[in-house]
């Protein structure tokens, strides 16, 4: 039986795509071994459960993990670093102190680039699943080129990037940024699109509704609320339609900037937004199934803009069309789908304009963007699909930059 060891920060009980991707895994024959850290996505709060070192060690579906301590991340850039920081040498320590040889070592890296830094420390392939490009995403903390810290943490990237036998990509730009700026060759690069679960509701009777207004149009947005994310255009587009007391938008998420969201929609004083706050994933597909349109927002302030979202696969599972506001691969995917209307970045009055014309489609034109999004997550974006590509990355079957 081959050995895997994945290095992720955030695992189960935390709740990331990693988790089923562990599972698939031990279920296509691999034994999986995870080191992670302690869980306190997204509230910055470890549970007093994993405190005093209890449960550093457990079994989740026949993967075992063992946790390793880390500063919780709690708020503010400090700790945050600290969190970072204390999760990348910890586990650099259990890594190199087990001695276990492993057939491949699975980076899931999200932020930080850091956490590729345990991984070195094991015997096996090692295979990075790049999904936020470094040193990029520090922009997003206000650190630029004119600060210094940005290139010592250029530098750092560069060197973690370079120092894996492969680093597979979840959007297709990634490649021209990791050459570009971390002279990461393209023979050591693939593109593996993320997955998504199946967001088709099985059984649609006798639910308890969660959306209101059942006679309105239900445009949903859902998932992390952050500065990325650009839910202020949202806010702002629905305030300026004309046709605004005619629909609805549901917010279903959390995130660092859901706060000021509540308040420019209270300034803005819109009665069509309505914040739902983080909901159990189980009641996701539920929500899609009430909604008549799924809403996707990206700012384009650096080249984090060009990412694809994980919720662009789930939006697409769950047959509904979309409305975006974005650039970069995100709105290739949805031209080429035929699944939806895309309009430029934080372009609000574009947006606002678009709204009012997903009114004035018919229920076949709408059934139709929905069947054509349906039918790409279907041939792109499954969990069999992702699983059967990352299997053969791992066997070194997948050896160019395609």
Same mark, same amino acid.
């Given at each position: 039986?081959?050995? @895997?060891?994945?290095?992720?920060?955030?695992?189960?009980?935390?709740?990331?795509?990693?988790?089923?991707?562990?599972?698939?895994?031990?279920?296509?024959?691999?034994?999986?071994?995870? #080191?992670?850290?302690?869980?306190?996505?997204?509230?910055?709060?470890?549970?007093?459960?994993?405190?005093?070192?209890?449960?550093?060690?457990?079994?989740?579906? !026949?993967?075992?993990?063992?946790?390793?301590?880390?500063?919780?991340?709690?708020?503010?850039?400090?700790?945050?670093?600290?969190?970072?920081?204390?999760?990348?040498?910890?586990?650099?320590?259990?890594?190199?102190?087990?001695?276990?040889?492993?057939?491949?070592?699975?980076?899931?890296?999200?932020?930080? #680039?850091? %956490?590729?830094?345990?991984?070195?420390?094991?015997?096996?392939?090692?295979?990075v699943?790049?999904?936020?490009?470094?040193?990029?995403?520090?922009k997003?903390?206000h650190?630029?080129?004119?600060?210094?810290i940005?290139?010592?943490?250029?530098?750092?990237?560069?060197?973690?990037?370079?120092?894996?036998?492969?680093?597979?990509?979840?959007s297709?730009?990634?490649?021209?940024?990791?050459?570009?700026?971390?002279?990461?060759?393209?023979?050591?690069m693939?593109?593996?699109?993320?997955?998504?679960?199946?967001?088709?509701?099985?059984?649609s009777?006798?639910?308890?509704?969660?959306?209101?207004?059942?006679?309105?149009?239900?445009?949903?947005?859902?998932?992390?609320?952050?500065?990325v994310q650009? #839910?202020?255009?949202?806010?702002?587009?629905?305030?300026?339609?004309?046709?605004?007391?005619?629909?609805?938008?549901?917010?279903?998420?959390?995130?660092?900037?859901?706060?000021?969201?509540?308040?420019?929609?209270?300034?803005?004083?819109?009665?069509?937004?309505?914040?739902?706050?983080?909901q159990?994933?189980?009641?996701?597909?539920?929500?899609?199934?009430?909604?008549?349109?799924?809403?996707?927002?990206?700012?384009?302030?650096?080249?984090? !803009?060009l990412?694809?979202?994980?919720?662009?696969?789930?939006?697409?599972?769950?047959?509904?069309?979309?409305?975006?506001?974005?650039?970069?691969?995100?709105?290739?995917? @949805?031209?080429?789908?035929?699944?939806?209307?895309?309009?430029?970045?934080?372009?609000?009055?574009?947006?606002?304009?678009? %709204?009012?014309?997903?009114?004035?489609?018919?229920?076949?034109?709408?059934?139709? %963007?929905?069947?054509?999004?349906?039918?790409?997550?279907?041939?792109?974006?499954? %969990?069999?699909?992702?699983?059967?590509?990352?299997?053969?990355?791992?066997e070194?079957?997948?050896?160019? !930059?395609?």
């Amino acid at each position: 039986m081959k050995r @895997i060891l994945i290095v992720s920060q955030y695992f189960y009980p935390d709740t990331f795509k990693i988790n089923e991707i562990a599972v698939e895994l031990v279920n296509a024959g691999y034994k999986v071994d995870v #080191v992670t850290g302690l869980p306190d996505y997204p509230s910055g709060i470890i549970p007093t459960a994993y405190k005093k070192g209890k449960k550093r060690n457990e079994n989740y579906r !026949g993967v075992t993990i063992h946790r390793v301590s880390t500063v919780a991340r709690k708020s503010g850039p400090i700790f945050r670093a600290l969190n970072y920081l204390s999760f990348a040498i910890n586990a650099a320590r259990y890594i190199k102190s087990i001695k276990n040889n492993y057939d491949n070592v699975f980076v899931y890296q999200v932020s930080p #680039v850091t %956490m590729i830094y345990p991984a070195l420390k094991a015997t096996g392939r090692k295979v990075v699943y790049c999904m936020d490009i470094w040193p990029e995403a520090v922009k997003a903390m206000h650190i630029n080129e004119s600060n210094p810290i940005y290139g010592i943490i250029h530098k750092i990237s560069s060197n973690l990037y370079n120092s894996v036998d492969k680093v597979a990509v979840s959007s297709y730009s990634f490649i021209d940024y990791l050459i570009d700026e971390n002279s990461v060759p393209l023979n050591r690069m693939t593109y593996l699109p993320q997955h998504s679960d199946d967001m088709i509701l099985a059984d649609s009777d006798n639910l308890t509704k969660l959306l209101k207004d059942d006679q309105k149009f239900h445009f949903i947005f859902t998932g992390n609320i952050g500065n990325v994310q650009d #839910v202020e255009t949202i806010i702002r587009a629905a305030s300026q339609a004309k046709k605004s007391n005619e629909f609805v938008i549901d917010i279903v998420g959390d995130g660092s900037n859901y706060s000021n969201m509540q308040f420019l929609a209270k300034k803005l004083k819109s009665k069509n937004i309505v914040f739902h706050g983080r909901q159990p994933y189980s009641l996701m597909a539920q929500y899609y199934y009430e909604s008549d349109c799924c809403l996707l927002t990206l700012r384009n302030d650096n080249k984090i !803009g060009l990412t694809i979202p994980a919720k662009l696969q789930a939006y697409m599972s769950s047959g509904r069309p979309i409305l975006a506001a974005l650039e970069g691969d995100s709105r290739k995917i @949805i031209n080429e789908a035929q699944c939806g209307k895309v309009v430029h970045a934080s372009a609000i009055r574009e947006l606002a304009d678009e %709204m009012d014309n997903f009114l004035n489609y018919s229920k076949t034109e709408l059934a139709d %963007m929905g069947k054509n999004a349906r039918n790409y997550y279907l041939n792109n974006f499954t %969990m069999k699909e992702f699983i059967t590509n990352l299997i053969r990355i791992f066997e070194g079957e997948i050896e160019n !930059g395609n």
